[in-house]
């Protein structure tokens, strides 16, 4: 018998709000992603270990920007 276990990254989409995009310039929903480091079994995803961590997209433009963009 045998095992196949791992690690992956999972992105979760968390909250979505409005802001301004740098790239696009103009005001635009965004959606904020974490990426969450997962213990796998078999391929899936049993536990989460630990945040990789995180970015802003752009619904817009589709860019992936710093979290830090939202202070501005
Ligand atoms: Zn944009």
Known sequence: MF???GLDNRTQ???RGRFHCPVCGGEQTYVRHVVQRAFTFFF???L???KEGE???CAGCKSRLSPSVLDR
């Open 3 to 5: 095992f196949i276990v």
């Open 44 to 46: 899936i995803p049993v």
């Open 48 to 50: 989460n270990v630990g």
């Open 13 to 15: 989409r968390k909250e």
């Open 55 to 57: 970015y802003i997209e």
